[in-house]
């Protein structure tokens, strides 16, 4: 025991000992220090941390509500009837059709919560046991985080204040855009109920097929607006959402389905759905559906030539009228969610589409045009373009052959291209290549109410329409010489209208030269002597009008030109040749059309339109129609000139066009060689304008100059089947006399004589001194109404009155080499 004691009492002086309590004290202290270090440590990191939060919130954009909603939405077409949709514009990224959620039904609302995010209606914005649970879930896979906590408020954020997320390659990159999304849940939550929050986000996500939003994918999987959705679709549509490629219904209709019970199962265990409405929805083959649907809409078709001519008004409607730059004026129609109410009218539109395309209007000869352009990437990486003018170069040079782009047959025309592009290739080559196939000789047509300037119906071209945007014969693709058309708007009206004529003037025609010494001739190589220009403009009679336009001086037949709206003049024009349609740059289709709807209107031109109104996203209108419409010629000038045409179609060079139940009044128009063929003509309703020509301008003179007539007659006949037959009406500003068809004087005894309409106040105050009447020389009372006819013929029909046959020397202006028929 005492051996113990000692050994005890030993043992607590070692541990007492001075030495042992400052090794004691020594660990203590390091021990403290090395807990401060930790706490400094940590209180570093998090100060670090909060810094570093601090800086990423103080980045973080201030949003409003406004700011979270969706942009970008689908513009909608009508015709005439304000109705019928007819066509939709959608830029990337704005096929979106906006519903308010009192219009979306609470089964598709409850799908989106129950699959993707359980507690929305509990959360202030982000959801922490959404984030805990994906993050066990992830460190449980070995940090394969496949779990998803953003909640719906997160979603939105995502979409619409940082659509560009997709491009963040760093992991600082998605964690602070992370951080800065959960703050602004947080504070979008203050400023929007929950179920704005939701209406936004149905609006905003993309559901595949190139759809935004939960009308677009209603409308594109089910054909229905969303407002009729059974459960079993709105389950589908929700189960989109988290891939909308791997999950589309159409492509992947089965991984689509295992995802559509899954959000089924949620809403059931939810309590958003009984029993009975699952195993309904569950047993529902709504796939077989999606899938007809599918087939009715097909492939996207391009835009119609109307569409295409409407989209670039409305443009340059935007710039001119609202100070739009152009960039935004796109936008605008392409993603603005605007109504767009047009003029075109369906039926009308029908008729002309299956006239233009009907091959028994055309030719006997069909031949195929090329259009081309390529792009070609060579080996060292230069760039060369070459063009449709490289192949015509190549057929000249290689087969003598001046119209190098017609050929056959589809396959031919493919073969020539083919041996042209052997010519330039090289080892290494890529090639961006467009090649369209047009079927020749080709058409357009305008259709317009003469009353208003509405274009009703329009085609620029004759086959396949195969892109938007394409060559648009009948608007601005293709201004065409518009041949003796231009006879009534360059000469005649100026004469009548502001020179003292009348259609009794007499003017001689015989044979004539240019002012510069070219000579001139009429088609028919001879001359009728002196005729009125009644006779004059039925028998298209060139002289006639050269003699006139120089009475008349060819700068007032320009100014009135201008006056009917032809926008294609050139201050080169100011030449004899106006009078025949010898332009620089030739005429639109729907401008001549406008024109001539004007003498239609009594003399008042309204502005050519493509629409009514335009009204923005919200409802309110933007822009309306509003066309300028003027007098620009006299209501006498425009019944006299109408009067006189109706001569042409009834006796004259557009005899071919009389329809059975209408009056039709109109003016042809040939150019030299046959090249370009027009009819414009007008009924009490109507006025139509009908180009036909090759696209290279190749001669038709041995092929066929009528197929504009059975276009017109075709289109107008089938409108005006069934409609009451009108008279035109003369104003009061008009009277009739009878003249003397010799002197153009009042007629006396003896006279060769006809009743004559006069603007009043033009009426001849002298009487014809008299004369007898030459057994040999007809009156105008029982004409012979062949004299003068158009000299070329197909199927018993005539042409060739208008044509110019003088041969012009090389030095003449230029414009002497549009002379016209």
């Not at 196939?437 to 208003?452: I, K």
């Not at 276009?711 to 037959?725: D, K, T």
Request: glycine letters at 8%.
């Amino acid at each position: 025991m005492n051996y113990g004691k000692r050994k005890a009492s030993k043992r607590q002086k070692e541990i007492t000992s001075r030495g042992t309590m400052q090794s004691k004290r020594i660990g203590v202290r390091l021990i403290k220090a090395f807990l401060l270090l930790i706490i400094i440590a940590c209180g570093a990191v998090a100060a670090g941390g909060l810094i570093f939060v601090k800086n990423i919130i103080d980045k973080s954009p201030e949003i409003t509500p406004n700011d979270v909603r969706p942009s970008g939405f689908t513009t909608f077409v009508y015709a005439d009837d304000n109705t019928t949709e007819i066509e939709k514009f959608v830029a990337s990224g704005s096929n979106r059709i906006y519903k308010p959620i009192d219009e979306i039904p609470v089964d598709l609302q409850h799908a989106f919560v129950a699959i993707e995010d359980e507690r929305f209606y509990e959360h202030k914005g982000i959801d922490p046991q959404g984030i805990l649970r994906a993050a066990v879930v992830g460190i449980s896979q070995g940090g394969h985080f496949s779990e998803g906590a953003s909640t719906i408020t997160q979603q939105l954020i995502k979409n619409n204040v940082f659509p560009n997320f997709v491009s963040e390659n760093t992991f600082s990159e998605k964690l602070e855009r992370k951080f800065q999304e959960q703050y602004l849940a947080l504070n979008i939550e203050k400023q929007m109920t929950k179920d704005e929050i939701l209406e936004s986000y149905m609006n905003t996500i993309n559901l595949g097929q190139n759809t935004l939003g939960v009308q677009a994918a209603s409308k594109r999987y089910f054909n229905k607006d969303v407002s009729e959705l059974t459960l079993s679709e709105c389950a589908v549509i929700a189960g989109i959402t988290q891939n909308p490629s791997a999950y589309n219904p159409i492509t992947f209709p089965e991984e689509n389905a295992s995802r559509r019970d899954k959000v089924l199962s949620k809403m059931l265990e939810q309590g958003y759905i009984d029993q009975t409405a699952y195993d309904e929805a569950i047993a529902d083959d709504v796939y077989a559906r999606i899938q007809n649907v599918n087939v009715q809409f097909g492939e996207d078709s391009p835009y119609s030539y109307f569409v295409d001519a409407l989209s670039i008004q409305v443009i340059e409607d935007l710039q001119n009228r609202l100070g739009y730059s152009e960039t935004q004026a796109y936008n605008a129609l392409y993603s603005g969610g605007l109504s767009i109410y047009t003029t075109q009218n369906l039926a009308l539109q029908q008729i002309c589409d299956e006239e233009m395309n009907n091959p028994e209007n055309y030719p006997w000869l069909t031949e195929v045009g090329i259009s081309y352009a390529l792009t070609v990437t060579r080996a060292d990486g230069t760039v060369e373009n070459y063009g449709s003018g490289h192949l015509r170069q190549y057929a000249l040079n290689a087969h003598g052959d001046d119209q190098g782009l017609l050929y056959s047959s589809e396959d031919e025309a493919r073969a020539f291209v083919e041996e042209w592009k052997s010519t330039i290739a090289q080892e290494g080559d890529t090639y961006v290549e467009n090649l369209t196939l047009t079927p020749q000789p080709q058409a357009s047509v305008t259709l317009m109410d003469q009353s208003t300037g509405q274009i009703k119906a329009m085609v620029g071209g004759r086959g396949s329409k195969v892109a938007s945007q394409s060559l648009n014969r009948a608007y601005r693709g293709s201004p065409r010489q518009p041949g003796s058309c231009f006879k009534i708007l360059s000469t005649y009206a100026p004469a009548l209208d502001a020179c003292g004529q009348t259609l009794a003037t007499i003017i001689k025609d015989e044979p004539w030269k240019y002012s510069n010494g070219a000579p001139l001739k009429n088609a028919s190589g001879g001359y009728l002597g002196n005729i009125t220009m009644r006779k004059a403009i039925e028998q298209s009679q060139n002289v006639c009008a050269v003699k006139t336009i120089n009475e008349v001086t060819p700068e007032l037949g320009y100014q009135y030109v201008q006056k009917f709206g032809i926008s294609t003049l050139d201050e080169a024009d100011k030449v004899e040749s106006i009078a025949l349609g010898g332009l620089t740059n030739g005429v639109y289709n729907y401008e001549l059309c406008a024109a001539f709807a004007a003498i239609a209107n009594n003399g008042v031109y309204n502005t050519p339109t493509l629409y009514t109104k335009i009204l923005d996203h919200d409802g309110n209108v933007l822009l309306e129609a509003n066309p300028e419409s003027r007098q620009v010629i006299k209501d006498s000038t425009a019944a006299l000139l109408t009067s006189a045409m109706q001569d042409v179609v009834k006796y004259g060079t557009g005899r071919s066009a009389q329809l059975d139940n209408m009056p039709v009044s109109g003016k042809t128009g040939t150019t030299d060689h046959d090249k370009d063929l027009w009819f414009c003509a007008f009924t009490p309703y109507y006025t139509c304008a009908v180009w036909g020509g090759y696209d290279e301008n190749k001669s038709l003179t041995s092929i066929d100059t009528q197929y504009r007539f059975r276009i017109w007659r075709g289109i107008m006949s089938r409108i005006h089947a069934v409609l009451e037959r009108k008279e035109f009406e003369m104003p009061d500003s008009i009277q009739r006399k009878t003249i003397c068809t010799e002197s153009g004087l009042i007629a006396s005894g003896g006279c060769p004589s006809i009743t004559e309409y006069f603007a009043k106040g033009s009426v001849p105050d002298e009487y014809c001194p008299g004369h007898g009447p030459d057994p040999e020389e007809e009156t105008e009372e029982n004409p012979d109404r062949t004299t003068g006819q158009e000299n070329n013929t197909t199927g018993g029909e005539t042409t060739g009155g208008e044509q110019l046959v003088a041969v012009i020397p090389a030095a003449v202006n230029n414009h002497f080499s549009n002379q016209v028929k």
